[in-house]
């Protein structure tokens, strides 16, 4: 019971906590937005970090499932009249498939090899996005209808703040359970190493594609959030950069944080904003900021100052 | 008959330059098994140094010299401040090392530089010389005598030379060339430094034909990799087969089918030969030790 509050009921609560408290904080509508943006890319990266911190497996290509989520409820609505919430449930579907269908193959590959498999698979869905304008508007992208809920408009950042917010702590809680359960448990045995696992008997192929698979959905999910937030889309939301950028929040949290996520998604997205003037240094900043983290300090912001933490109370 | 002659010209000097992006993937890899994926930086900082040069009024070759040097001076840089520091870190790690350099470079040639697309004028004038009814264009010639003689060079460097055996032996035993008195990390700073050379070299012979601007290093990066991957990694001769079939092959798809969709053949041949031929044309298997 002791551990369980540890490990699953007290960070949840934190979170949900800070969702809840946060808004009080705010001085003005656009602080919503910036939350409601902290929460989304969370989710992703909520997603990523299950593949890449637990299961040991890196993506570059997640963005890709990020623009699948986004021009589902794009599309889904505008040419077959399907309502934003099934699109965005259709569209988690179909990032599923997606990734049952790339997984199986490439998950076998290791280390740069995955990396570069998944690498191309991110731009293959970009290129898509982009050539085929009939249905996507092409570069340029296109609007995105309001989501409706109830016959009510979702509108203004504020609902936006709450809905992803709470997305976010439902996909957060998720995530601290599925890392208890038994798959969670094969899953860090595969990242300690492959062979062991296999030798103990866990289905290290099956384990690995079910955890791309949800890792996939949950981008999903947070790509049609971005693109209803947004209101209009473009391919660059599945683009190589975008993809980085969602490593970047992973690694500088920390590699195998849940909360770490957060932490990371916050940083990347608080950072521009406040930055705002240094607009053109964005990418310089963002290709230091991982050179720097994967060098000085390759195990992330939460799990250092856990550790710094632990140092005092001893 | 002259349609398919054309396409083929063309296939062969993009291949070419995919073909020294692979190279510069091969030598790093061999030297030091890391995969730097801010390759084609080397590439756009080539071809965009060398236009600003000549935009302040340098003669070509001058500013030509100039971002050879100082791409390399960036190789160098690369390894000694970025990938040397993080010594033994996991391979996952070494390659966000890399993306981040090559993001980093992209950010700071666009504040450098500018956001917007250049070419440089042909050395020897831009118009077409007939061939079979093909029309060929004079830089195309420039592109192929000039991948030539480096991989000759380069070849006869690592088959003849003190050095390239330094180099070889690096690559077959980090240890063992230690113990016979190889310094192995000069010879990694320097397989940077010639990797860094031949891309800004490569990106100074594309500009003429297909423009270059601060973010054309990825797709150029990603297609040499594609090309190595397919040759085999760590087999030069396998790297440059593989940039050459890539050309071709990503122009003929251009030219027979859909122009929009020629940047998604190298992906796709990525993920072919990862599936099927792992190890590539020229590659062998590796057998991992637990």
Avoid: C
């Avoid at chain 1, 709470?166 to 809680?173: A, D, L, Q, S, W």
């Avoid at chain 2, 291949?15 to 080397?42: C, H, M, P, R, W």
């Avoid at chain 2, 160098?76 to 996991?90: I, K």
């Avoid at chain 2, 790297?239 to 990503?250: F, Q, S, T």
């Amino acid at each position: 019971m002791r551990t369980l509050l540890a490990t699953r009921l007290l960070p949840a609560i934190a979170v949900a906590a800070i969702v809840i408290v946060l808004p009080w904080f705010f001085p003005s509508a656009f602080y919503y937005r910036i939350g409601a943006l902290v929460f989304i890319f969370a989710l992703a990266v909520v997603g990523l970090n299950l593949l890449m911190g637990f299961a040991g497996q890196v993506s570059l290509g997640h963005a890709g499932f990020l623009g699948i989520g986004a021009y589902s409820v794009a599309i889904g609505p505008t040419y077959f009249g399907v309502p934003s919430w099934l699109s965005l449930f259709a569209g988690a579907v179909l990032s599923g498939i997606v990734a049952f269908l790339v997984g199986r193959p490439i998950l076998r590959l290791k280390g740069h090899y995955l990396a570069v498999a998944t690498l191309g698979f991110g731009l293959l869905v970009a290129i898509v996005l982009s050539n085929e304008a009939g249905w996507t508007g092409g570069p340029d992208g296109m609007t995105v209808p309001k989501l409706t809920l109830f016959g009510w408009g979702v509108r203004g950042a504020d609902a936006w703040y709450w809905i992803s917010g709470t997305t976010f702590v439902g996909g957060f809680i998720l995530a601290l359970n599925l890392m208890e359960s038994p798959t969670g448990r094969s899953l860090q045995a595969i990242h300690d190493s492959e062979i062991a696992a296999l030798v103990l008997g866990i289905d290290v192929a099956t384990k690995k594609l079910t955890i791309f698979i949800i890792s996939a959905m949950y981008a999903s999910v947070a790509g049609s959030y971005l693109a209803l937030f947004n209101g209009h889309v473009t391919p660059d939301v599945a683009g190589f950069l975008r993809s980085i950028e969602l490593v970047a929040m992973v690694v500088l949290g920390g590699m195998g944080s849940i909360v770490g996520s957060l932490v990371g998604a916050i940083v990347l997205v608080v950072l521009p904003q406040v930055l705002t003037v240094f607009h053109e240094y964005e990418q310089a900043l963002l290709g230091l900021i991982v050179m720097v983290f994967m060098i000085f300090l390759r195990r992330g912001i939460v799990p250092s100052v856990a550790a710094i933490l632990k140092g005092w109370r001893k | 008959m002259a349609e398919l002659l054309q396409f083929v010209f063309s296939g062969l000097t993009v291949g070419a330059i995919y073909a020294l992006v692979a190279l510069g993937f091969t030598l790093i890899y061999k030297a030091s098994d890391i995969i730097n994926f801010a390759q084609g930086e080397f590439v756009m900082l080539g071809g965009m140094m060398t236009v600003f040069g000549a935009q302040a009024g340098l003669p070509l070759p001058v500013a030509a010299l100039i971002a050879v040097i100082l791409t390399t001076a960036v190789g160098l840089a690369l390894h000694r401040f970025a990938v040397a520091p993080a010594r033994g870190a996991t391979p996952v790690a070494l390659i966000m090392i890399t993306i981040g350099a090559s993001i980093f470079l992209r950010g700071v040639a666009q504040i450098v530089f500018d956001k917007r697309f250049h070419s440089l004028p042909s050395l020897f004038g831009g118009d077409p010389i007939k061939f079979g009814g093909a029309a060929i264009l004079p830089q195309s010639l420039v592109v192929l005598a000039s991948a030539t003689i480096i991989v000759v060079v380069l070849w006869l460097f690592i088959d003849r030379t003190m050095l390239g055996k330094a180099v070889i032996a690096t690559a077959a035993n980090r240890l063992a060339a230690r113990l016979i008195g190889v310094n192995t990390r000069s010879i990694v700073d320097f397989s940077f430094a010639v990797s860094a050379a031949i891309g800004a070299i490569a990106g100074i012979l594309i500009t003429p034909i297909a423009l270059t601007s601060y973010d054309a290093g990825t797709l150029l990066a990603l297609k040499g990799f594609a090309a190595a991957m397919l040759g085999g990694i760590g087999s030069a001769p396998g790297a440059v087969v593989g940039g050459l079939i890539i050309g071709m092959i990503e122009a003929m798809s251009a030219g027979y089918f859909s122009s929009n969709y020629k940047d998604a053949v190298a992906f796709l041949i990525i993920l072919v030969v990862l599936i099927f031929i792992p190890q590539g044309l020229f590659g062998r298997a590796k057998v991992e030790r637990v």
